[in-house]
């Protein structure tokens, strides 16, 4: 692994009563792709939500960056180089393509242009007086991710990237990540399906019941194969 750009160690989180997660503990190194796998309800997206600060009850010890961030509030944790990516996407209905990409902060050196945004995603341009959420689901799922490249980010936490998606637009999306990763981005990914996730990450850790209990490597997955059908149920 590369040097480690983002640290979490026994991460417990709740909502309201409900304890979530019981001590996630994984590392992603500067330049990786690395992927949250587990079944429905295992805490992936809540982990991604607690490196966030958007849960409220949480602790344990997030550093990002040689940081610690746990004490910090979302905006702050954003202004460090953190974006987050939800499965619904936000994208805003009263906006035009243009409006959504020109309306995000730019909190940090070095965001995307838009003409960079465009090159990554010629069909945005296309779709530029389109209302946002009149976007085909591929579409706004690229719309959304080319939001975050505006602020300045150089850590992107994805939550379900191709969910509900057609294969020929799971092939573009894998695509931008392999792109985006070329380009010295870090991303931290859950995803449902492993046929993409095996096709984009170095690392796979995988998540039960709140924490960690495994980790494959991209060169261990064919030899690990009934291992994960195991955890995954694939």
Known sequence: MSETLLSVRDLQAWYGESHILHGMAF?????????????????????????????????????????????????????????????ERG?????????????????????????????????????GGSQGTKLSGGEQQMLAIARILRTGATMLLLDEPTEGLAPVIVEQIGQVIRTLRDRGFTILLVEQNFR???????????????????????????????????????
């Open 27 to 87: 590392e992603v190194g500067k330049g990786e792709v690395v992927t949250l796998l587990g079944r429905n309800g295992a805490g992936k997206t809540t982990t991604m939500r607690s490196i966030m600060g958007l849960v409220r009850q949480r602790q344990g010890s997030v550093t990002f960056d040689g940081r610690e961030t746990i004490a910090l509030q979302a905006n702050q944790v954003a202004r460090l180089g953190l974006a987050f990516c939800p499965e």
């Open 196 to 234: 993409f996730a095996a096709g984009v990450a170095d690392r796979h850790y995988v998540v039960e019941h709140g924490e960690v209990i495994d980790m494959i490597p991209r060169a261990d997955v064919q030899a690990s194969r009934d291992k994960l059908k195991a955890y995954l149920g694939v």
């Open 91 to 127: 994208i805003f209905s009263s906006l035009d393509v243009t409006e959504n990409l020109t309306l995000p902060p730019v909190i940090r050196g070095g965001g995307m242009s838009l003409d960079e945004v465009y090159e990554l995603f010629p069909i945005l341009r296309e779709r």
